[in-house]
């Protein structure tokens, strides 16, 4: 399964087994509070084609947000350029066509760029691909920078993106137009504060009733926790550990996962409920 940051899409890491490269600005400046680039949102093509560019800024907006890294999956077109210092490819995911350009650095280990170039031989016309990168405009042409691409095997991951992509724009709108402001993706700042435990939200004769009172309790948890962001699984272990050894904590969290009432945002540690 592919990690999203769910209001917001997700984050790459190496449990996904993206394949990464350099991207130009890539870095993590948290001292800024307009930084968005550290947040990651799943989107269509179409989006990115339609964004809007911040005048004379490097930043863009979807859904009246700005945005900085995004995920996108689609089958590639054309291999455009396979040279020593970058790749580029043409992809297509049924909502548009877009240039997508990974940049190589030998300098940056013979060992990593080496492996990026064996990788890279999956990356053929007729192959899916999920990537990670930004938005670049320039002389109205639209590029997506990638860092990240990995070849799609199980295509179930295309459905998962898409929902995914469907319910951070449905959200984002819905915001939008309840608050009339523009807004950054921020992440659920609740992880290293949160301590109390969650009052019970579940009633007698209601759908909780299928959960013992453990489940009932996680999932109070993380009816907590920010809706689009999820909360970290080891602090409901903490947040429930007077009333449960820890690893009963978890086993609840991966069986209401595996049942469909949890789902993973940000990483596969942040989850949210479907439950409301």
């Known amino acids: 399964m592919s990690t999203y940051q769910n209001s917001g899409g997700g984050t790459f890491t190496n449990q996904t087994g993206l394949i990464g490269g350099a991207i130009q600005g890539d870095h993590d400046d948290s ?54 210092t970058h790749l580029e490819y043409g992809i297509e995911d049924g909502t548009g066509s877009i240039k997508v350009r990974m940049f190589l650095d030998p300098e940056d280990g013979a060992a990593e760029y080496d492996y990026i170039r064996e990788k890279a031989a999956d990356w053929q016309e007729g192959a899916y691909i999920i990537t990670m990168g930004k938005i670049s405009k320039f002389n109205n042409s639209v590029k997506f920078i990638t860092s990240k691409i990995r070849t799609i095997t199980d295509f179930n991951e295309l459905t998962h993106h898409y929902l995914s ?11 939008s137009s309840s608050t009339g402001t523009n807004q950054t993706a921020q992440p659920n700042q609740n992880y290293a504060r949160t301590t109390s435990l969650p009052t019970a939200k579940y009633t007698p004769g209601g759908s909780d009733d299928v959960f013992d009172d453990l489940q009932r309790m996680i999932l109070d948890a993380f009816r907590t926790a920010d809706k689009h962001y999820g909360m970290h699984k080891e602090q409901v272990v903490r947040q429930l550990e007077d009333v449960g050894d820890a690893n009963s904590i ?18 596969p540690n942040h989850l949210a409920t479907t439950m409301q």
């Open 250 to 267: 978890r086993e609840g969290i991966e069986f209401l996962f595996s049942e469909g009432h949890l789902y993973q945002t940000s990483d």
């Open 31 to 84: 001292s800024r509070n307009d930084q968005p680039v550290r947040y990651i949102t799943p989107v269509t093509i179409k989006q990115i084609l339609e964004s809007d560019q911040i005048e004379n800024e490097d930043k863009h907006l979807i859904d009246s947000r700005i945005v900085g890294s995004c995920i996108i999956v689609g089958r590639i077109e054309q291999v455009i350029e396979a040279e020593q």
């Open 165 to 175: 992509a469907i319910h951070c724009h449905k959200v984002h709108t819905s915001e």
